[in-house]
């Protein structure tokens, strides 16, 4: 099984010892926001246990900040699987929540009207949240890098429509910007009250950083999501390595682990340097701190995106078994928010 694949990493694991506690709270955001209706829904949901990914990759944040990070985790994996429409369909829908994203993301002060999809109620809540405290360059910036995310889903969408790229390196340069790690890594600024000055974010250093980061959390994520991939024919990196290597599914996912393994290998190396380009840019202590703190935040979501794989519901047998390419996703509005006879 892909969720048993052990990935050596040189990161300690931790976890938010308010995990039960915050899981319970973002339930009842989830119920509120009527995204998640009634027992089942609510069953589906819990076992599924994304948002708890939030207390592997924020271990230290508590109280609004743990519930924002839960909320966002939740919302990430709710419209990810708005995509997952049943083969031969077109998945319209999402489109549309989609484009009333990039609107509201672009707006200074986003309105949205009583009739919007929950999905887009939603993350207005999270994005007013997210905004509270923060500068107006970092809202810019995370603004900027939620309209790439969003972006990046209908670059796939208008792929699956028309020609799927079996390429490993097309299909990771698209996956870098759906994988949502930039954003999230803007939200650890956020709960870690904190924000990497606006120029030092720009620079290829911390871009390069940031890369290896989503190498390694993009290529985990497509380990541990091979079945579930499977069961629905969408496409997986591990399938563009057993492509393009000319190898079994093994050896694929094997070459995929020491891929995650040598981006964290990058990634160290740059972290070695920090202190240097700090240096020379003529940072303060704590300006230097952020940028500290801002690596950290990358070791600690890598480390937690593995962890939290291994032990979440959604990559699970159960879930996999469940899952054909003639259904809609695990967590799509069909299966949250059942209509009424």
Same mark, same amino acid.
């Given at each position: 099984?892909?969720?048993?694949?052990?990935?050596?990493?040189?990161?300690?694991?931790?976890?938010?010892?308010?995990?039960?506690?915050?899981?319970?709270?973002?339930?009842?955001?989830?119920? +509120?926001?009527?995204? =998640?209706?009634? *027992?089942? #829904?609510? !069953?589906?949901? &819990?076992?599924?246990?994304?948002?708890? %990914?939030?207390?592997?990759?924020?271990?230290?944040?508590?109280?609004?900040?743990?519930?924002?990070?839960?909320?966002?985790?939740?919302?990430?994996?709710?419209?990810?699987?708005?995509?997952?429409?049943?083969?031969?369909?077109?998945?319209?829908?999402?489109?549309?929540?989609?484009?009333?994203?990039?609107?509201?993301?672009?707006?200074?002060?986003?309105?949205?009207?009583?009739?919007?999809?929950?999905?887009?109620?939603?993350?207005?809540?999270?994005?007013?949240?997210?905004?509270?405290?923060?500068?107006?360059?970092?809202?810019?910036?995370?603004?900027?890098?939620?309209?790439?995310?969003?972006?990046?889903?209908?670059?796939?969408?208008?792929? +699956?429509?028309?020609? =799927?790229?079996? *390429?490993? #390196?097309? !299909?990771?340069? &698209?996956?870098?910007?759906?994988?949502? %790690?930039?954003?999230?890594?803007?939200?650890?600024?956020?709960?870690?009250?904190?924000?990497?000055?606006?120029?030092?974010?720009?620079?290829?250093?911390?871009?390069?950083?940031?890369?290896?980061?989503?190498?390694?959390?993009?290529?985990?994520?497509?380990?541990?999501?091979?079945?579930?991939?499977?069961?629905?024919?969408?496409?997986?990196?591990?399938?563009?390595?057993?492509?393009?290597?000319?190898?079994?599914?093994?050896?694929?996912?094997?070459?995929?682990?020491?891929?995650?393994?040598?981006?964290?290998?990058?990634?160290?190396?740059?972290?070695?340097?920090?202190?240097?380009?700090?240096?020379?840019?003529?940072?303060?202590?704590?300006?230097?701190?952020?940028?500290?703190?801002?690596?950290? #935040?990358?070791?600690?979501?890598?480390?937690?995106?593995?962890?939290?794989?291994?032990?979440?519901?959604?990559?699970?047998?159960?879930?996999?078994?469940?899952?054909?390419?003639?259904?809609?996703?695990?967590?799509?509005?069909?299966?949250?928010?059942?209509?009424?006879?």
């Amino acid at each position: 099984m892909p969720q048993n694949v052990t990935i050596e990493l040189p990161i300690p694991p931790r976890q938010n010892p308010g995990l039960a506690a915050a899981r319970e709270r973002n339930l009842a955001w989830m119920r +509120r926001q009527e995204l =998640v209706m009634g *027992d089942s #829904a609510a !069953r589906r949901y &819990v076992f599924s246990a994304v948002a708890d %990914l939030a207390a592997f990759s924020y271990p230290d944040v508590d109280d609004e900040d743990l519930d924002l990070a839960f909320d966002t985790m939740g919302w990430f994996f709710l419209f990810d699987d708005l995509f997952d429409v049943p083969e031969g369909h077109e998945a319209d829908e999402a489109v549309a929540v989609c484009k009333r994203l990039l609107a509201l993301v672009s707006r200074p002060s986003p309105q949205v009207a009583d009739h919007d999809a929950p999905l887009v109620r939603a993350f207005a809540d999270i994005w007013r949240r997210a905004r509270t405290g923060m500068s107006d360059e970092w809202q810019l910036r995370a603004a900027r890098n939620w309209a790439d995310y969003l972006t990046g889903n209908l670059t796939e969408e208008i792929d +699956r429509r028309t020609w =799927v790229p079996q *390429d490993f #390196a097309t !299909r990771m340069r &698209v996956g870098h910007r759906t994988l949502g %790690l930039v954003p999230s890594l803007d939200l650890a600024e956020r709960v870690g009250h904190f924000e990497i000055p606006q120029i030092i974010w720009h620079s290829s250093h911390l871009d390069s950083m940031r890369r290896a980061s989503v190498h390694a959390v993009k290529l985990i994520n497509e380990v541990m999501s091979l079945e579930n991939d499977d069961a629905r024919g969408d496409p997986n990196l591990v399938h563009c390595l057993m492509r393009e290597r000319n190898c079994s599914r093994q050896e694929a996912i094997r070459l995929a682990v020491v891929l995650v393994q040598t981006a964290v290998s990058q990634l160290f190396e740059q972290v070695q340097r920090i202190p240097r380009f700090c240096s020379r840019l003529g940072l303060t202590s704590a300006e230097s701190e952020k940028v500290q703190r801002y690596a950290v #935040a990358m070791f600690t979501w890598i480390r937690g995106s593995y962890d939290w794989s291994r032990v979440n519901g959604r990559y699970s047998p159960r879930t996999a078994s469940a899952l054909r390419s003639n259904v809609t996703g695990q967590l799509h509005p069909a299966n949250l928010t059942p209509v009424s006879p």
